[in-house]
């Protein structure tokens, strides 16, 4: 910890006063939490609305999250009460893209949550992981399951599935879809939204296509234009003509 950060203004201080409440989450292997009311149901919507209907009819709190990860969870509490997210991982390749990951997953849980300052906080961080060095000196982008878990958990219209587009349009190689992913990782709503985009951000060329190659440039036959039909025609058009023109003498 930064020394210099012991002290702050009373304004920057957690109102930790309040009723809590109790949250499992978990079905296997649930996990109990416990949270201040007023804290999360300042920022997540979901919460804000359980606990309306829920202090009608109780005089103590409780929610149970089955279908959630409590590491998951564990990371969104953390930023409640100090603001970060702990979840950093500096090394290269695929050990770093599990930093990735974690986010996706907290931004989804975001998503249930209803939590627009928690999940603009994790694209933030996306975005701060992206142009960091990892430990090999080289900036590394999100691949393959962090890409699958926001189009599984997201709607049509995320700013998350947008930023990973921009990404990949802007930034991205041909290696991050055929080595750094397989076909399950890669929704097809992913690759229509990439190829959408990039042919959007295609400059248009000042020549067709059919005046830029050669008329052999997709056909099948062996190479040189002496193997192409067109030359098997012209010839026989020349030699017809030949013999005509023998006939008349």
């Given at each position: 910890?930064?020394?210099?950060?012991?002290?702050?203004?009373?304004?920057?201080?957690?109102?930790?006063?309040?009723?809590?409440?109790?949250?499992?989450?978990?079905?296997?292997?649930?996990?109990?939490?416990?949270?201040?009311?007023?804290?999360?149901?300042?920022?997540?919507?979901?919460?804000?609305?359980?606990?309306?209907?829920?202090?009608?009819?109780?005089?103590?709190?409780?929610?149970?999250?089955?279908?959630?990860?409590?590491?998951?969870?564990?990371?969104?509490?953390?930023?409640?009460?100090?603001?970060?997210?702990?979840?950093?991982?500096?090394?290269?390749?695929?050990?770093?893209?599990?930093?990735?990951?974690?986010?996706?997953?907290?931004?989804?849980?975001?998503?249930?949550?209803?939590?627009?300052?928690?999940?603009?906080?994790?694209?933030?961080?996306?975005?701060?992981?992206?142009?960091?060095?990892?430990?090999?000196?080289?900036?590394?982008?999100?691949?393959?399951?962090?890409?699958?878990?926001?189009?599984?958990?997201?709607?049509?219209?995320?700013?998350?599935?947008r930023l990973l587009v921009d990404m990949y349009t802007c930034h991205g190689h041909e290696e991050w879809l055929t080595e750094w992913a397989n076909e399950d990782d890669l929704p097809k709503?992913?690759?229509?939204?990439?190829?959408?985009?990039?042919?959007?951000?295609?400059p248009q060329p000042p020549e067709s296509l059919a005046e830029k190659v050669g008329t052999c440039e997709y056909h099948e036959h062996l190479p040189g234009s002496n193997s192409c039909y067109?030359?098997?025609?012209?010839?026989?058009?020349?030699?017809?003509?030949?013999?005509?023109?023998?006939?008349?003498?």
């Amino acid at each position: 910890m930064d020394i210099t950060q012991l002290r702050t203004h009373k304004h920057k201080s957690l109102d930790l006063r309040g009723r809590t409440l109790t949250v499992t989450v978990g079905s296997t292997d649930p996990v109990t939490f416990s949270v201040h009311e007023h804290l999360i149901c300042r920022t997540s919507d979901y919460f804000k609305t359980a606990m309306k209907a829920y202090w009608d009819t109780s005089t103590s709190g409780s929610v149970t999250l089955k279908e959630e990860d409590p590491e998951v969870f564990e990371v969104y509490l953390h930023w409640l009460y100090c603001e970060t997210l702990p979840v950093r991982n500096d090394s290269p390749g695929q050990e770093g893209n599990n930093e990735y990951i974690q986010l996706a997953q907290a931004y989804v849980l975001g998503e249930m949550l209803q939590d627009v300052n928690f999940k603009d906080a994790v694209l933030d961080a996306i975005l701060i992981k992206s142009r960091s060095t990892a430990s090999d000196g080289l900036c590394w982008y999100p691949v393959g399951p962090a890409i699958r878990c926001i189009y599984e958990g997201t709607p049509e219209s995320s700013a998350a599935r947008r930023l990973l587009v921009d990404m990949y349009t802007c930034h991205g190689h041909e290696e991050w879809l055929t080595e750094w992913a397989n076909e399950d990782d890669l929704p097809k709503q992913f690759l229509l939204d990439l190829a959408i985009a990039a042919l959007k951000k295609r400059p248009q060329p000042p020549e067709s296509l059919a005046e830029k190659v050669g008329t052999c440039e997709y056909h099948e036959h062996l190479p040189g234009s002496n193997s192409c039909y067109m030359y098997f025609s012209v010839s026989k058009r020349a030699e017809v003509v030949h013999i005509a023109s023998c006939d008349t003498e």
